[in-house]
Structure formats: structure tokens, C-alpha cells
């Protein structure tokens, strides 16, 4: 049976797929921006306070679009980075310059 107007090819969910994780890649690095920080930030703070955070090199991965695709688990990730950042719950960060950045 041929694909019709209404089907989701393959091809049409790959480009669909692509322009969503490129779209995506944007807002996320304007959310980064627009506190601030560098690539690096969410790492060192992850790191310091005590919980899982994303490299900065999978960031960067993801802000340009070339994720491939996004796993659960990044997405819980960047949600509890976004969370803690809402609430002003940094953890035990002593670092005064990520703190100030923070």
C-alpha cells in the first residue's frame, strides 16, 4: 500500500524529527545565554552540587541540532537544571565565581 498525503513516511519523520531538535537546540541555547552562562556551567554545577548534569560538549551537541536524538534521560536532566535554577536551589555550590554565576 503506497503512502498517502495523510502518512508519515520515514523520511518525512526524519526531517520532522531533525527541524524539532534544531528548533529545540536554539531554545536552549538561548536559555543558557540569557543566564549567562557558557557550556561549561550546568557541568561545574552539577558537579559541585551534587547531581546529574550534561558535558558540555553534549550541550553543544544538542544546541546545534546534531543530538541525533534526545534520550529521556538528557530531557529529566535539563528539566531538573531548569528546576533548580526556578527555585534558586543551587545545592552546596562553594565556587563564589559559579555562584555568581548561578
Same mark, same amino acid.
Given at each position: 500500500? +503506497? /503512502? @498517502?498525503? @495523510?502518512?508519515?513516511?520515514?523520511?518525512?519523520?526524519?526531517?520532522?524529527?531533525?527541524?524539532?531538535?534544531?528548533?529545540? &537546540?536554539?531554545?536552549?541555547?538561548? %536559555?543558557?545565554? =540569557?543566564?549567562? %552562562?557558557?557550556?561549561?556551567?550546568? +557541568?561545574? %554545577?552539577?558537579?559541585? +552540587? &551534587?547531581?546529574? &548534569?550534561?558535558? /558540555?560538549? *553534549? !550541550?553543544? *551537541?544538542?544546541?546545534? @541540532?546534531? +543530538? @541525533?536524538? !534526545? =534520550?529521556?534521560?538528557?530531557?529529566?536532566? !535539563?528539566?531538573?537544571? *531548569?528546576?533548580?535554577?526556578?527555585? &534558586?536551589? %543551587?545545592?552546596?555550590?562553594?565556587?563564589?565565581?559559579?555562584?555568581?554565576?548561578?
Amino acid at each position: 500500500m +503506497a /503512502a @498517502g498525503p @495523510g502518512w508519515l513516511t520515514t523520511e518525512r519523520y526524519t526531517a520532522q524529527r531533525d527541524e524539532a531538535l534544531r528548533r529545540f &537546540g536554539r531554545m536552549l541555547r538561548c %536559555w543558557r545565554m =540569557r543566564n549567562g %552562562w557558557t557550556q561549561y556551567v550546568v +557541568a561545574k %554545577w552539577a558537579e559541585e +552540587a &551534587g547531581f546529574h &548534569g550534561i558535558a /558540555a560538549g *553534549n !550541550l553543544s *551537541n544538542i544546541e546545534h @541540532g546534531k +543530538a @541525533g536524538s !534526545l =534520550r529521556p534521560s538528557t530531557v529529566f536532566v !535539563l528539566s531538573e537544571v *531548569n528546576r533548580r535554577l526556578a527555585e &534558586g536551589d %543551587w545545592g552546596p555550590v562553594k565556587r563564589h565565581d559559579l555562584k555568581d554565576q548561578l
